[in-house]
């Protein structure tokens, strides 16, 4: 009964679970931030593409 106790007691204070669920949760922000970021910048580059783009056509006219 003992033994029981003790490896409950070292599972309860184990903490390198913690620690991998922190590295994914950190993981999990930091792609929402890159999602975030190239959806706002693809709009305004597709923007400038299309204005170059745009522009040649117009000039070869």
């Known amino acids: 009964m003992n033994k ?3 490896q409950v007691k ?3 204070n ?3 679970g913690a ?3 922190e590295y994914g949760v ?3 922000l930091i792609i929402a931030v890159c ?3 190239i959806a706002s910048v693809g709009g305004k580059v597709n923007n400038a593409f299309s204005k170059v783009n745009t ?3 117009n000039a070869g006219a």
């Open 35 to 37: 999602v975030a970021v």
């Open 14 to 16: 184990d903490e390198e």
């Open 10 to 12: 070292m599972f309860l």
């Open 19 to 21: 620690s991998a669920v």
């Open 55 to 57: 522009s040649l056509a």
């Open 4 to 6: 029981i106790m003790s």
């Open 26 to 28: 950190l993981v999990a």
